[in-house]
């Protein structure tokens, strides 16, 4: 398994707005960030590349399937009247960058974005709830806004943690649930000492958990869900054993 943080991640997030020309994105720019023909410039000089996509006739489904948190009757609106997808795109792999591009993504909604698309997890936010949680520092907040958790036959999964630069995590439904899932991804973001192959996860009620590493075989390679740094397997130690 990979575990290399010199692996390049790339979050892409896609903007809708119903923006009626490019100079009204530029007048509603919140105090200290610009737009460049190639570039959002923040206000510590960081460039995030963006650029500007057609609608389409998917786009608004898609998103709406995708949204984690409701949309606002406003948001709504801009949404299904959308003009442009406004596509920020930036390194990833590391709680920071990950902080930096929700950074610019919020400077986006101010200037009238309805809300947030994530190429790398397939999940969506209304724009309030991305500033809330961007505007939280909470590691809790980052891990809710990339990561999607999926329920699969027979495992349960994660996608969007190499945003973080972290290994998803993956689990039988036989042995874990959902909620044991989110538990275990937010441990690892908070943690300084993340956990790895051959560990043992245990809370207060002794151990619970065998972590077995391996590469990401979901996703393809090229593509933006594919996380280099591998997923994690979890087996349920009582399971383990009465198995053998």
Not at 75 to 95: C, I, K, M, R
Request: charged share 20%.
């Amino acid at each position: 398994m990979k575990n290399d943080t010199s692996d390049t991640v790339t979050i892409t997030f896609r903007i809708p707005g119903n923006w009626a020309h490019p100079g009204e994105i530029i007048e509603r720019m919140p105090t200290g960030y610009r737009l460049t023909p190639e570039a959002l410039v923040l206000p510590d000089g960081q460039k995030i590349e963006f650029h500007p996509a057609p609608p389409d006739d998917q786009f608004v489904g898609v998103f709406q399937s995708a949204c984690r948190t409701q949309l606002t009757e406003e948001e709504t609106e801009v949404l299904h009247s959308y003009s442009a997808n406004l596509v920020l795109s930036g390194s990833g792999g590391t709680l920071n960058q990950a902080w930096t591009m929700m950074e610019a993504a919020s400077a986006i909604i101010q200037a009238g974005g309805a809300g947030v698309f994530i190429d790398n997890s397939a999940l969506a936010h209304s724009g309030q709830a991305w500033m809330e949680m961007a505007s939280s520092g909470d590691t809790d907040a980052l891990s809710f806004a990339y990561v999607s958790v999926i329920h699969g036959d027979p495992n349960i999964w994660t996608m969007g943690m190499h945003m973080l630069g972290l290994p998803d995590i993956e689990m039988g439904q036989d042995c874990g649930r959902g909620d044991d899932v989110i538990e275990i991804m937010r441990y690892l973001c908070a943690s300084k000492k993340p956990f790895g192959d051959g560990h043992i996860v245990a809370n207060e009620d002794g151990p619970r958990f065998h972590v077995f590493a391996k590469d990401d075989q979901r996703s393809q390679p090229a593509g933006p869900m594919f996380n280099p740094y591998g997923r994690l397997l979890l087996k349920s130690v009582r399971r383990m054993a009465e198995e053998n």
